[in-house]
């Protein structure tokens, strides 16, 4: 909890607000103290005694003072809606940058579907629970406030309100801990929906196909009957407690005025405190029960703070390292990985020197992504050495190493931007430099056809999703460039000439080329067969 409120509360304008929030209850009670003060004044010297001289103009400081009060409520809502979601971008960004800089081998037991489901819900959830515990400070400053009117109207019927507090909490206490478990059991629930709607339509085709529409249509059917069976529960506890409230509220001001006539000595019963007391006593008990909702939501959020931590804990990469400047050579000596299902691949011992362009050819499984994945810092543990300019790979300094070394998968997932955005990832380049990035990967008609349209998976073809990952990483412009499999999904006519391009554009920057095809050899300096 201590590293969520650091956090969150980490800038000056949210603490500047948090004091803002706290000063405007207080200044709230205060209001209310002299408002009533005034409406007391209002009964006693001209209501009831039917005196109409100055009665106006009291009427109008009294309702000016009201107004006040409710423009205060107002401006505290706005912050705390403001505190609210300035908390969720906080520790959204904070555990969504804590989770990109993970080990790459935390996404393997963890689908992206799931992964995303629950930082959603856990991020919300204790957003909620930070904005309950503000809440909390909000509506008992105002209880406070509604005590002291009501002990200065009379102690004895301060002390019997107070009295009530107790009854509230007995008669629904029961309730507010099954609704905090109902509402954890919700959101838990509402996630495996989000989970299960969006596995539905990422794998649409695949279900057509496999004409598997009630298979998905039941799985999405039972989430929502587990989210009705819950809500139904939720809602009746709600009703509950809400009624609860609303009877004690019509009974407790009879209850404490009879109480207060029969043993307070000091109780005049003027037509004036009784209803100062009908209309406090109400508002009293309202404060109170706000106190209760917001300790039932508190309860409810406080196990997906356990979800933070566990993300707040996750390994995260290691980018400490020497730092290196540009390429010049690369050596491998006996490296092999061992993965988690216990297989073994041992890589061959190969060199590449600066401006070589080198192809890694071989079997499926021989060991030539992993290669690429050991060096780019994706795969962390293997045995052997790798060096750099004659520096240990593990010595070096990720960061630094990732802006001399790019890589372009054989899968590059589009993002739900333009072609310019998906390309540029964030970058700024000169529109010169973006169009010949278009002309080296063959990217002309995808620029023409959808080049401001947004993109998606399922809008682009296998082929334009390789030259897509190529450009993005032209943009950084690497001295070394690793392409896994890129034109695999294209013909061998364009293959031949995006490699010209590229050969022909960068003849220093050095290129390791993962293929299978024997037509475009003779574009390389040499090949590896990974087979050997």
């Not at 107790?166 to 959101?187: Q, R, T, V």
């Not at 061959?348 to 079997?363: D, L």
Request: charged letters at 15%; a neutral charge; proline letters at 2%.
């Amino acid at each position: 909890m201590i590293k969520v409120l650091d956090i969150v509360f980490k800038g000056t304008r949210t603490r500047l607000l948090l004091v803002c929030f706290i000063l405007l209850s207080i200044a709230t009670g205060f209001i209310l103290l002299f408002a009533n003060d005034i409406l007391g004044q209002v009964f006693n010297d001209h209501v009831l005694v039917q005196n109409f001289d100055g009665l106006a103009h009291m009427l109008i400081l009294t309702i000016g003072l009201f107004v006040c009060v409710f423009a205060l409520n107002i401006l505290i809502a706005y912050l705390r809606a403001n505190f609210q979601y300035n908390s969720l971008s906080r520790l959204s960004g904070h555990y969504i940058a804590r989770l990109l800089h993970a080990k790459s081998s935390y996404f393997i037991n963890n689908p992206s579907a799931e992964l995303f489901a629950r930082l959603n819900e856990a991020t919300f959830s204790v957003s909620f629970l930070l904005v309950s515990l503000l809440s909390m400070v909000s509506y008992g400053i105002i209880f406070i406030f509604y005590a002291i009117i009501i002990f200065r109207i009379d102690t004895f019927a301060g002390i019997f309100s107070i009295l009530v507090t107790p009854i509230y909490f007995f008669a629904n206490g029961w309730a507010g801990g099954k609704l905090s478990d109902l509402m954890h059991e919700k959101l838990a629930a509402d996630g495996e929906m989000s989970l299960v709607t969006q596995e539905s339509f990422e794998n649409v085709n695949n279900i057509k196909t496999k004409n598997a529409y009630t298979f998905f249509i039941k799985r999405s059917l039972q989430v929502l009957n587990k989210i009705k069976k819950i809500s139904v529960h939720e809602s009746t506890l709600e009703g509950y407690i809400q009624g609860i409230t609303t009877l004690l509220r019509i009974i407790t001001p009879l209850l404490v005025i009879f109480a207060v006539m029969q043993f307070s000595s000091h109780f005049d019963g003027s037509a004036a405190q009784l209803i100062l007391l009908y209309i406090n006593i109400p508002l009293f008990l309202v404060n109170f029960a706000n106190l209760f909702v917001q300790y039932i939501e508190y309860k409810a959020a406080k196990p997906f703070i356990a979800q933070l931590q566990e993300y707040g804990n996750v390994e995260i990469e290691n980018e400490a390292g020497e730092e290196i400047k540009s390429f010049e050579c690369l050596r491998t000596d006996n490296v092999s990985v061992v993965f988690d299902d216990g297989r073994t691949i041992n890589l061959p011992n190969f060199e590449v020197k600066k401006s070589e362009k080198v192809m890694i050819t071989g079997e499926s499984g021989v060991g030539k992504s992993t290669v690429f994945n050991i060096l780019m810092g994706i795969i962390p543990d293997y045995k052997g050495d790798i060096y750099i300019n004659n520096i240990n790979h593990r010595d070096i300094s990720l960061s630094s190493l990732r802006k001399i070394f790019g890589i372009t998968f054989q899968h590059t997932n589009a993002i739900t931007l333009d072609l310019h955005q998906n390309i540029t990832l964030g970058a700024t380049i000169t529109s010169d430099n973006f169009e010949k990035y278009i002309r080296l990967t063959a990217q002309e008609y995808q620029q023409d056809i959808k080049g401001t349209a947004v993109l998606s998976n399922k809008t682009l073809s296998g082929g334009e999703k390789s030259r897509l990952g190529l450009s993005q990483s032209l943009v950084t412009n690497p001295e070394l460039m690793l392409l896994d499999e890129v034109f695999s999904n294209i013909d061998e006519a364009l293959e031949s000439k995006i490699l010209a391009d590229l050969f022909n554009e960068y003849p220093n920057r050095t290129f390791i080329c993962i293929s299978h095809r024997n037509s475009t050899k003779s574009f390389f300096d040499k090949i590896v067969d990974f087979n050997s």
